[in-house]
């Protein structure tokens, strides 16, 4: 039979198969020992692409994530204030591979009837193709309305601006500020770069002196006199992503999203006072681990606002 041949026994044919050599193993077995990694990081990829879930759940065991993270730690964030040069204030900001950038334009409006003496801040998130394949052109998708409202709730309840304060004359004349916060890489954790971008657009944003000629009734615009807006309160968000209904992670990437059982979105300002609270749907959480997600979110303030105000420090003149 096959299996009793001796590898220096005769074959039938009459020939001999001599054996591999001491060096060949050797040499063999240190091949095998350099294409280990390799093999290994082959078996991942595999594992990565026909289980992804079980992929991250390898990782997420051993308190870190396929970037490296720990489970706790956001991606790099870099902020470039005074980015677009004909807008009246703007920011880009990088969260990781995500950016977006923010860029305030001031118009002149008649002031709301129901409130004469208030002005307008309308924001509006736009997640175009060019950010990302699951995105497509045409009216705002699902995900791009639901920004915007978030980032229009963000504005009222943590009350960043008095609308008060964008009223040039009451029953008259008023600012309105329109937010135009586009995404030009999408790869997860959009509200968190959305709303810091946004904060330091405004807090950018100059408006011009405006005054009204009691004798024509017109706007007189001085562009030489500019002023910076009021900022009330800094709001900052955190977003986390839920695994297996009882993990959370911090800044969550595309994959991480699409992969949660469920995803949470806390902004405080500088005083930890809770100013929006976002829950679509998905898996619950204990009074405990949402304690757990507002000191996180304390903390993630603190750091945004020291790197702002050091970007903001850094341009002023000397």
């Known amino acids: 039979m096959l299996s009793n041949w001796s590898s220096r026994e005769p074959f039938p044919w009459g020939e001999a198969r001599p054996g591999p050599s001491l060096r060949q193993r050797r040499e063999r077995t240190q091949e095998l020992w350099n294409n280990a990694p390799h093999l290994i990081l082959t078996q991942f990829l595999a ?6 879930l079980e992929y991250y759940r ?3 065991k051993e308190n870190c994530r396929p970037d490296g993270r720990e489970l706790g730690e956001f991606r790099t964030t870099t902020v470039n204030i005074g980015s677009i040069s004909t807008a009246d204030g703007s920011a880009l900001v990088k969260l990781g591979n995500t950016t977006v950038i923010c860029g305030i334009k001031a118009e002149f409006a008649a002031p709301p009837t129901d409130a004469p003496d208030k002005g307008y801040v309308v924001p509006n998130v736009d997640l175009p193709p060019l950010c990302s394949s699951r995105f497509r052109s045409g009216p ?4 791009a309305q639901v920004a915007s409202q978030f980032i229009a709730d963000v504005i009222e309840n943590s009350q960043i601006i008095q609308k008060e304060d964008l009223c040039i004359s009451p029953g008259k004349l008023s600012w309105v500020l329109y937010c135009d916060i586009i995404c030009l890489d999408y790869d997860g954790n ?13 807090k950018n944003a100059q408006l011009p002196e405006v005054t009204i000629n009691e004798e024509t009734g017109l706007a007189e615009v001085n562009l030489k006199k ?3 807006l ?3 309160t800094h709001p900052v968000a955190t977003s986390f992503a839920v695994f297996d209904d009882t993990l959370l992670i911090v800044d969550p990437t595309g994959e991480e999203e699409h992969l949660a059982t469920g995803t949470l979105t806390v902004v405080m300002d500088e005083e930890g006072k809770l100013c929006c609270l976002h829950k679509p749907g998905g898996s619950g959480l204990t009074g405990a681990k949402l304690q757990d997600c ?3 979110a304390v903390t993630r ?6 790197l702002m105000d050091e970007v903001i420090k850094s341009m002023k003149p000397k």
């Open 140 to 143: 705002p998708g699902e995900e």
């Open 47 to 52: 594992i990565r692409t026909v289980e992804p």
């Open 294 to 296: 507002m000191s996180r």
């Open 58 to 60: 390898r990782f997420l």
């Open 190 to 202: 959009i509200l968190d770069a959305c709303t810091f971008a946004l904060l330091a657009a405004l």
């Open 301 to 306: 303030h603190k750091e945004v606002k020291k």
């Open 226 to 228: 500019k002023s910076y």
């Open 230 to 232: 009021n900022i009330r």
